[in-house]
């Protein structure tokens, strides 16, 4: 048989059995993938003890997830999603974040409080709870690919997962927010996608990328993708097992979405006409499309071309019912923030922007991987000899194509990009070792082994970028500036957040990055948090700091502030402050306070600045 004729989900390479053989046969892939990512965990927890020890939270959504916890396990109702601590001059801010995300981390805090009392109880969830996460990732990812090349290659795939950066900043110990359930969710959808097409495999679909929208909408194109696949799979062969899966999807889809709203939100939850996340017009939206489709699976047509409209047409009816029932998701979650907001906030978080506002280092680590398991996926494709590998391997490649492309645009979504790379880049570097091997020279099968590492997702772009770096050498200059955009919250050492907690409680200003932490650390409540529901809070924040300087006070009064507390030399507040040598910020940090401000002094490192708001006369 020639090599192009080798199945692709057969063993590449098989060994010949030998003894100890039964010995081997115990590293079942479930097994390697769990032992796999326990060693990483192991490595995670050691690497960052003392951000575990110190509770060192780099991302403000991470801060903020704990303080929804908290108040749910302090009494606060399951269907109150509401955080009253954020703009309370303004009856507070209700998120847009799902129970889901929120129920493991109380669980596990309220089943550990009685033995370690909830401060130690926090940090151990907040340990262990992403990595366990991973844990079950990994787990998906072995069984879900394994279909792609047999045993041997769903035992690789762990070390391809764990190689992936993206994807484990998603699951280290303390990354408590909802990314990570994003990743593992879309994956089970992938793993659905590569089974035998029925409609049980549909409806487990269907309810994983339902599972999926009710924690972040932002999961809304993946899912378009895999509708997208059924109906075209369904459309071009006319099987009825495809036509199964498809109804079966989008029927698990629909009954999903209204079940886990429901479950997680309560009526208000079906009522809300939200376009940040899943509500009354995604719903309606879903329903449109699953009864369209399930009459015409029903009259099954029996040409190609009519199939392929209608399937069009539903789709084009689900897409206007969002709209219909609430025009504002025609211009996106993010439409209706006020332009100084976008300007001084949005525009720097580079998780939402287009890779091309990133570093160019950032943009060789995001592409590489995807590229990889792009050229892994079609050259496996072509060496597939049976018709169920080339339509596995079709399905990776359209579905690692329309990742990419979406991580190109939004680059929070590069996670499950580089999670559909891994099946192409595994298989890439199954058959470069395979080949490797077979080299008689000690010193190039050596060299040639080794090159199995870059098509490891992290090693094979750091080796793009360590190459560029050296041809390009205003590249290193670029990687020193990739600090910018963290927030700076060392200044909340533990002396200056006791010296907060004993003052009375305030609603605090302070600089939009900064407002979680300090929910986090302290008792008080803040006018604004990094969260675009609090869209007006968030204006006036940013006015009052860099707007005109004889409307701030006002501005202050009008939300009830009491207490200003900054970082001098955050990124943002940095940000404000070169904004105008007029601005309140530049004000403050040139030691030139207004006269309605007094300074307060705090124990602790100084790093941090507090100013009372003087009574009005």
Same mark, same amino acid.
């Given at each position: 048989?020639?090599?192009?004729?080798?199945?692709?989900?057969?063993?590449?390479?098989?060994?010949?059995?030998?003894?100890?053989?039964?010995?081997?046969?115990?590293?079942?892939?479930?097994? @390697?993938?769990?032992?796999?990512?326990?060693?990483?965990?192991? @490595?995670?927890?050691?690497?960052?003890?003392?951000?575990?020890?110190?509770?060192?939270?780099?991302?403000?959504?991470?801060?903020?997830?704990?303080?929804?916890?908290?108040?749910?396990?302090?009494?606060? !109702?399951?269907?109150?999603?509401?955080? $009253?601590?954020?703009?309370?001059?303004?009856?507070?801010?209700?998120?847009?974040?799902?129970?889901?995300?929120?129920?493991?981390?109380?669980?596990?805090?309220?089943?550990?409080?009685?033995? #370690?009392?909830?401060?130690?109880?926090?940090?151990?969830?907040?340990?262990?709870?992403?990595?366990?996460?991973?844990?079950?990732?990994?787990?998906?990812?072995?069984?879900?690919?394994?279909?792609?090349?047999?045993?041997? #290659?769903?035992?690789?795939?762990?070390? $391809?997962?764990?190689?992936?950066? #993206?994807?484990?900043?998603?699951?280290?110990?303390?990354? &408590?927010?909802?990314?990570?359930?994003?990743?593992?969710?879309?994956?089970?959808?992938?793993?659905?996608?590569?089974?035998? =097409?029925?409609?049980?495999?549909?409806?487990?679909?269907?309810?994983?990328?339902?599972?999926?929208?009710?924690?972040?909408?932002?999961?809304?194109? /993946?899912?378009?993708?895999?509708?997208?696949?059924?109906?075209?799979?369904?459309?071009?062969?006319?099987?009825?097992?495809?036509?199964?899966?498809?109804?079966?999807?989008?029927?698990?889809? =629909?009954?999903?979405?209204?079940?886990?709203?429901?479950?997680?939100?309560?009526?208000?939850?079906?009522?809300?006409?939200?376009?940040?996340?899943?509500?009354?017009?995604?719903?309606?939206?879903?329903?449109?499309? @699953?009864?369209?489709?399930?009459?015409?699976?029903?009259?099954?047509?029996?040409?190609?071309? &009519? +199939?392929?409209?209608?399937?069009?047409?539903?789709?084009?009816?689900?897409?206007?019912?969002?709209?219909?029932?609430?025009?504002?998701?025609?211009?996106?979650?993010?439409?209706?923030?006020?332009?100084?907001?976008?300007?001084?906030?949005?525009?720097?978080?580079?998780?939402?922007?287009?890779?091309?506002?990133?570093?160019?280092?950032?943009?060789?680590?995001?592409?590489?991987?995807?590229?990889?398991?792009?050229?892994?996926?079609?050259?496996?494709? +072509?060496?597939?000899?049976?018709?169920?590998?080339?339509?596995?391997?079709?399905?990776?490649?359209?579905?690692?194509?329309?990742?990419?492309?979406?991580?190109?645009?939004?680059?929070?979504?590069?996670?499950?990009?580089?999670?559909?790379?891994?099946?192409?880049?595994?298989?890439?570097?199954?058959? /470069?070792?395979?080949?490797?091997?077979?080299?008689?020279?000690?010193?190039?099968?050596?060299?040639?082994?080794?090159?199995?590492?870059?098509?490891?997702?992290?090693?094979? !772009?750091?080796?793009?970028?360590?190459?560029?770096?050296?041809?390009?050498?205003?590249?290193?200059?670029?990687?020193?500036?990739?600090?910018? !955009?963290?927030?700076?919250?060392?200044?909340?050492?533990?002396?200056?957040?006791?010296?907060?907690?004993?003052?009375?409680?305030?609603?605090?200003?302070?600089?939009?990055?900064?407002?979680?932490?300090?929910?986090?650390?302290?008792?008080?409540? &803040?006018?604004?948090?990094?969260?675009? +529901?609090?869209?007006?809070?968030?204006?006036?924040?940013?006015?009052?700091?860099?707007?005109?300087?004889?409307?701030?006070?006002?501005?202050?009064?009008?939300?009830?502030?009491?207490?200003? &507390? $900054?970082?001098?030399?955050?990124?943002?507040?940095?940000?404000?402050?070169?904004?105008?040598?007029?601005?309140?910020?530049?004000?403050? $940090?040139?030691?030139?306070?207004?006269?309605?401000?007094?300074?307060?002094?705090?124990?602790?490192n100084r790093r941090l600045a507090v100013w009372r708001v003087k009574s009005e006369r």
């Amino acid at each position: 048989m020639t090599e192009a004729a080798v199945p692709a989900s057969a063993d590449i390479g098989q060994p010949v059995s030998r003894p100890g053989g039964a010995r081997l046969s115990w590293f079942t892939p479930v097994r @390697v993938a769990l032992i796999v990512w326990t060693a990483l965990s192991i @490595v995670l927890i050691v690497a960052r003890w003392h951000a575990i020890v110190t509770i060192e939270l780099r991302d403000t959504d991470d801060a903020m997830r704990m303080v929804q916890v908290r108040d749910l396990l302090a009494g606060q !109702g399951w269907w109150d999603l509401t955080q $009253y601590r954020v703009n309370p001059a303004g009856g507070g801010v209700l998120m847009h974040w799902s129970r889901i995300a929120d129920a493991p981390l109380a669980l596990g805090i309220l089943l550990l409080r009685p033995l #370690f009392g909830q401060p130690l109880a926090e940090q151990i969830v907040m340990t262990l709870w992403p990595l366990m996460l991973g844990a079950a990732l990994s787990v998906a990812c072995t069984l879900g690919y394994r279909s792609l090349g047999g045993r041997r #290659f769903a035992c690789a795939v762990p070390f $391809y997962l764990v190689a992936a950066g #993206f994807i484990i900043l998603q699951l280290r110990p303390l990354r &408590v927010d909802h990314h990570g359930w994003q990743i593992f969710f879309a994956m089970l959808i992938m793993g659905q996608a590569l089974r035998p =097409a029925s409609g049980r495999a549909g409806l487990f679909a269907g309810l994983s990328a339902a599972a999926l929208l009710a924690i972040s909408i932002e999961g809304l194109p /993946i899912v378009a993708l895999f509708a997208g696949l059924a109906g075209l799979r369904w459309a071009l062969h006319a099987r009825d097992a495809d036509r199964a899966r498809l109804v079966g999807y989008l029927g698990g889809l =629909a009954g999903g979405a209204l079940l886990f709203q429901f479950l997680t939100r309560g009526p208000a939850g079906l009522a809300g006409r939200w376009c940040d996340s899943l509500s009354a017009p995604y719903i309606a939206a879903f329903a449109v499309a @699953v009864l369209a489709v399930f009459l015409i699976a029903r009259a099954d047509p029996s040409r190609r071309w &009519v +199939r392929v409209l209608t399937l069009g047409g539903a789709g084009a009816m689900s897409a206007a019912t969002l709209v219909g029932v609430e025009p504002l998701c025609a211009a996106g979650p993010f439409a209706t923030l006020d332009p100084i907001v976008v300007k001084y906030w949005y525009a720097g978080v580079l998780e939402g922007q287009p890779l091309w506002a990133s570093s160019i280092t950032t943009a060789i680590l995001v592409v590489v991987p995807s590229a990889l398991g792009l050229a892994g996926a079609s050259l496996a494709w +072509r060496a597939s000899a049976g018709a169920d590998d080339r339509r596995n391997w079709t399905t990776v490649i359209v579905a690692l194509a329309g990742a990419a492309a979406l991580s190109l645009l939004v680059l929070r979504s590069v996670g499950t990009a580089h999670l559909f790379a891994l099946p192409g880049c595994a298989w890439l570097g199954l058959r /470069i070792w395979d080949r490797a091997r077979r080299i008689a020279s000690p010193l190039p099968r050596v060299l040639a082994s080794a090159s199995v590492a870059l098509t490891l997702p992290l090693p094979g !772009g750091m080796a793009v970028a360590g190459a560029a770096s050296l041809a390009l050498p205003q590249l290193k200059a670029e990687q020193q500036e990739e600090v910018k !955009g963290v927030p700076d919250l060392n200044c909340l050492d533990p002396a200056t957040v006791a010296a907060l907690n004993r003052l009375p409680q305030a609603t605090i200003l302070t600089p939009i990055d900064l407002g979680a932490p300090l929910l986090f650390w302290t008792h008080h409540a &803040v006018v604004a948090t990094p969260h675009h +529901r609090g869209r007006e809070a968030m204006a006036d924040t940013l006015r009052i700091f860099i707007g005109d300087p004889a409307k701030a006070e006002a501005l202050v009064r009008k939300q009830q502030a009491t207490l200003v &507390v $900054y970082c001098p030399t955050a990124n943002d507040f940095s940000t404000y402050r070169r904004a105008s040598n007029a601005d309140l910020a530049a004000r403050l $940090y040139a030691g030139r306070a207004p006269d309605w401000l007094e300074r307060m002094p705090i124990p602790g490192n100084r790093r941090l600045a507090v100013w009372r708001v003087k009574s009005e006369r």
